[in-house]
């Protein structure tokens, strides 16, 4: 009896239809790939996103409250400021540690004499405290007038203190903070209450050369060294000028 011979075209059809279950496994695969990474992708660039827009507004916040706060200064008249921050789960701190910004004329450091309480017999400076708000890495700082931003890929400067030094004469305002150590995380926005404890204004105009401002160890130590101290009439912190206006405002700070 003869074997009956199979139609050629049986494996054909066959090897078809498993070329079909192959293409569609792996083109529904590179779907599932491609949604999985664009997910991710999508998802990280959002987040960046929104840590970025946090961080601006964080400034800007902190740009204005420093304006309202800055009043203390430039009005002896006004004795206290309240300013509003949205913490959008960020973190404010504030404590009397912080910037050491040290005064000095002809070499000498002013402390000895100035009847500010901030001035550290010890270290030849005044803490400027600290008010500051985090999120994240990142940090945005009210540092004895001025508007400081930490990283870790650096600092900026977001508001310049009020330091000047022009026609012979250096005018030096700072606001130094005395607060609890303490912090809050929130979501919603929170009220600030600062009150002055004390302002000392001094005027030196007897044998000066030149007066300098240099800041010690601490986060915004570079902000202050490279963006505050080398700019305008000042070189690297030094002024050439006959005559020295010296503002001290301590405050504290109530939330």
């Not at 946090?54 to 309240?82: F, G, T």
């Not at 700072?174 to 929130?186: F, N």
């Not at 000028?241 to 001290?248: C, M, Q, S």
Request: aromatic letters at 8%; hydrophobic letters at 35%.
């Amino acid at each position: 009896m003869k074997r009956s011979e199979q139609s050629p075209g049986r494996f054909s059809c066959d090897d078809r239809g498993v070329s079909e279950v192959i293409a569609f496994v792996l083109v529904f695969g590179i779907i599932l790939s491609s949604v999985a990474l664009l997910s991710m992708t999508g998802f990280q660039a959002m987040e960046d996103y929104q840590e970025n827009e946090q961080l601006q507004n964080a400034e800007r916040a902190m740009d204005a409250l420093a304006e309202n706060y800055n009043d203390v200064l430039q009005h002896s008249a006004i004795e206290e400021r309240y300013a509003e921050l949205s913490l959008r789960e960020g973190t404010v701190s504030t404590g009397s540690s912080g910037t050491e910004v040290t005064v000095s004329i002809n070499g000498e450091s002013i402390h000895d004499n100035s009847a500010s309480n901030f001035y550290d017999p010890n270290t030849d400076s005044v803490s400027l405290g600290e008010f500051a708000y985090t999120t994240g890495s990142d940090t945005v700082a009210y540092d004895g007038g001025a508007v400081v931003r930490e990283s870790e890929f650096g600092s900026a400067v977001v508001r310049q203190p009020h330091l000047t030094c022009n026609d012979d004469r250096a005018i030096i305002s700072l606001v130094a903070i005395d607060a609890d150590e303490r912090s809050i995380q929130s979501s919603d926005g929170l009220g600030f209450t600062m009150s002055v404890e004390n302002r000392t204004t001094e005027v030196y105009d007897e044998d000066i050369d030149n007066v300098s401002v240099s800041a010690g160890s601490s986060p915004a130590q570079t902000a202050w060294e490279d963006h505050i101290l080398d700019r305008g009439n000042w070189d690297e912190g030094e002024c050439t000028a006959d005559e020295v206006l010296v503002t001290v405002v301590e405050v504290s700070i109530e939330y």
